[in-house]
């Protein structure tokens, strides 16, 4: 399995969560260019993808791998972190 884009279009990456009343939800917007501008992609924990994602993500140049602790806390609460942002040329 692939990710359904290539690195080099990834503009930028945010982890956040979404309150699902009993846990939280972690989920991931993935902004990337195409030829027709850009599109966001989302995927979320519960994704089979998301392990795929997470490391291929990874491999990006400045990427925040400590996002996790900053949206995984405090329980419940809203919690935005950008990972990754290309740098504008």
């Excluded at 930028?12 to 979404?18: E, I, M, N, P």
Aim: charged content about 25%; aromatic content about 16%.
């Amino acid at each position: 399995m692939s990710l359904p884009f290539s690195l080099d279009e990834v503009r930028k990456v945010t982890f956040f969560k979404r309150d699902q009343i009993t846990v939280d939800l972690i989920c991931c917007d993935i902004e990337v260019d195409t030829p027709e501008g850009f599109v966001t992609w989302f995927n979320h924990e519960y994704d089979e993808s998301w392990q795929l994602w997470i490391e291929q993500l990874g491999t990006l140049p400045e990427f925040d791998s400590d996002w996790f602790s900053r949206v995984s806390q405090p329980a419940f609460a809203p919690s935005v972190s950008v990972a990754y942002e290309r740098p504008i040329a």
